[in-house]
Each structure stands twice: as C-alpha cells, then as structure tokens.
C-alpha cells in the first residue's frame, strides 16, 4: 500500500479550535430547537430537571466514546484508547486505531454514536411523560456539539477515492491506497 494523502488533523484544527467550534455549534443547535419547540408547542415547557438528566449529561460522552469503540469491535486488536487532559483539568478519552481498515469502516465508526444517542434521545423524547421538557432538547444540542470532530474527519476523509484504506496516526490519519 502507498500513502495518497496524510491529514494532519491536529495541525489544521487544534484541540482549543474544535472545542470552541463544537461549543458554538451546541449553542446554536439548542438555539434552534427551542425556538422550534416554543413555536409548534407555544408555553409548554415543563421545567423538570432531575438527577436523571444530570446523569444523562455525565454519561453522554463516555457513552459517546463507548459507542466509537464497538463500532470498532472488527479491529479490537488495533484499538488503543488513552486519557488526556485538556484545559488542565478536562479528562477526555482518546480512541485511536493502530492498524489499517477501510474507508467505509471508519467513517461508520465515526458516524455510529451520532446516528444511535440521537435516536434513543428521540424516542425517549416521545415516550416519555415529559416531552416537552428542554433536557431532551439540551441533551440534543450538546450532543451534536460533541459529533462535530467526528463530522470533521467524515469530511476529510469523504473526498478520498473509493477503495481507499484508513491509518490512524500520531497527529492525524494517513489515507492509503492499495498497489493492486
């Protein structure tokens, strides 16, 4: 296999630059969903804000990252997951793949938790008692915020040709193509 092109991800958007852009994206994400909630259901919002919507927002991440590595349960062997902390003080869980799988694998990988939390955040919206209560909506919105890296390396990686093969690297990941 020859490499095509290296992304170097963390040059090109560092860590600080991707939290503030997720940040914003969160913002305007629960901006337009309580706009839409306030205007199909007009003052009915019922304000319940209970420990489990605490831990909701605690397990969302984990639960996030969790979902990256079953996704991944194909390459096991090659999954490698570290702790960083960032601003000092934010642990956050750093999942890398140390061998080469396809294109299409990793983009499903990547995409997996958006599709699967949204929908069990959905679903439970709707079968609760408590539909128009915001903490759905805030659990909506941050976790969109959350997928926005992942949306980022989907976009980078989309652009590449079809057969292609994903490296994770130190700094990014290297886009490789097969020599047959």
Partial sequence: MRCLKTINVERKDEYNRVFFKSSLISL???????????????????????????????????????????????????VQIRVRRHFYV??????????VIPKWHYIASLIFPFVFISVILIVAMFTTTIL???????LIAIHVGMCYP?????????????HTFVEDADRGFSVLVSEE
């Fill in 28 to 78: 305007a994400t629960m901006c337009v969903l309580f706009l839409i909630e306030n205007l199909v259901f007009p003052n009915q919002f019922v304000m319940v804000f209970e420990l489990p919507t605490f831990i909701a927002l605690l397990a969302l991440y984990p639960l996030h990252k969790g979902l990256h590595i079953l996704a991944l349960m194909r390459y096991r062997d090659g």
């Fill in 90 to 99: 934010l642990p956050c869980l750093q999942v890398r793949v140390r061998r």
């Fill in 132 to 138: 128009h209560s915001p903490l759905f909506l805030i």
């Fill in 150 to 162: 992942d949306f980022l390396h989907i976009k980078n990686i989309l652009g590449t040709p079809k």
